[in-house]
């Protein structure tokens, strides 16, 4: 009874030895070096170790390529419903421009041909030169198209009528010519277009990152540094011109015309003196006055400062129609994050804060880049 015990309890080490990775002989107990097959006491086989068993884990999702590959297929999409956009509203279509322009920082170069990020940016510059373009109304005929005969000459108490069939010789009978659109009106419709962008955007189940909009699936993948580049990359207006790059004109205040500065212009005339002799009464058609030869009669002049545009460079963001960078960022809308000082870690576990990348967005700019109110 007494060898039984001792024969199991040898048996028993030998199982927990062997499963540890040891090789010991069931029979003597004596441990075996690696490689033998048998006991070199007594002869005994040695039982096969097993083998190490390694789990094979579940293929990980490759977070990055996925990112890409929903970044690609949200660019394709904007640009398509920018294209559908340009003739409809054209401000519409230059906000799908820019936020096609603002995800494809996420993919790589060489990914799409070059002809695609041209055909963004002069998409872009394209839309934004159809908003900031309006019909600036004839001055003559003050957008009649139609010529204007002043009575006065035969009737004192006459006024200037239009006649109808007889064309404007200022505008061709057009009521105006193309030329920059009146600034408030600009920024109206910019404005108006970017309202009609978010909203398609939202009912399309998009998630906004600053000023731009990405599916809600990449959203998830993206990771802080994706972020802020994604957001770095969208143009923050300018809170003064909102965008249009553009402000009134000090000096026209907007209206394009000046008074005429001529010594003695008087509401486009000159008062001429006129000797005569004290018999002579005034002829037919004499007149005492004459057209002022600076304004041509007009009364009025095109501004010079703003050129007859109505509008000058914007003075707060020097005529780029963007908010200012970002000073504590330097425009890359990433800082060292507060939590863990940078180091990615909190009591050796990874910051909750920042993901254990050590940087956040940055808490003056939320990540934009830019400065705003």
């Given amino acids: 009874m007494k060898f039984v015990i001792q024969f199991l309890a040898v048996v028993l080490c030998a199982s927990i030895v062997w499963a540890q990775g040891l090789i010991i002989c069931k029979s003597c107990g004596r441990e075996a070096k690696a490689g033998e097959t048998a006991c070199p006491r007594c002869d005994t086989a040695l039982p096969v170790p097993p083998k190490e ?49 603002a995800i494809m920082r996420l993919v790589p170069a060489g990914r799409f041909p070059k002809d695609v990020g041209d055909a963004l940016l002069n998409g872009r510059g394209r839309m934004f030169q159809l908003v900031m373009t309006g019909m600036v109304k004839c001055k003559i005929c003050n957008g009649s198209g139609k010529y204007q005969m002043d009575m006065r000459k035969t009737d004192p108490t006459g006024t200037v009528r239009a006649l109808s069939g007889v064309p404007c010789t200022a505008c061709k009978g057009k009521g105006g010519t193309q030329g920059m659109a009146d600034i408030p009106l600009a920024k109206t419709t910019l404005l108006q277009g970017r309202g009609e962008f978010e909203r398609k955007q939202m009912l399309a189940g998009e998630v906004r990152l600053g000023h731009a909009f990405v599916p809600a699936e990449l959203e ?49 005339v000159i008062d001429v003196p006129v000797k005569r002799d004290v018999i002579t009464t ?57 939590k863990c000082k940078g180091t990615g870690k909190i009591k050796d576990a990874p910051c909750a804060d920042c993901s254990g990348g050590g940087i956040a967005l940055c808490t003056t700019c939320r990540g934009e880049g830019a400065k705003t109110k």
């Fill in 53 to 101: 068993e390694v789990p094979v884990a579940a293929p990980a999702l490759d977070v990055s390529a996925e990112a890409v590959k929903l970044a690609a297929a949200a660019v394709e999409s904007n640009y398509r419903l920018a294209k559908e956009a340009e003739e409809i509203v054209p401000s519409v279509a230059l906000c799908y421009y820019q936020n096609a322009i």
């Fill in 220 to 268: 998830k993948l993206l990771l802080i540094p994706q972020r802020a580049l994604v957001m770095t990359g969208m143009q923050v207006p300018c809170d003064s011109c909102r965008g249009t790059a553009r402000q009134p004109c000090t000096t026209c205040k907007g209206t394009r015309w000046v008074k005429c500065p001529h010594t003695g212009c008087r509401n486009g």
């Fill in 282 to 338: 005034k002829r037919i058609n004499e007149e005492d006055t004459t057209k002022c030869p600076r304004c041509a009669g007009f009364g009025e002049i095109v501004c010079g400062p703003c050129d007859g545009n109505g509008s000058i460079p914007c003075v707060q963001c020097a005529g780029s129609g963007t908010a200012p960078r970002c000073v504590r960022c330097t425009a890359t809308g990433l800082q060292e994050c507060q």
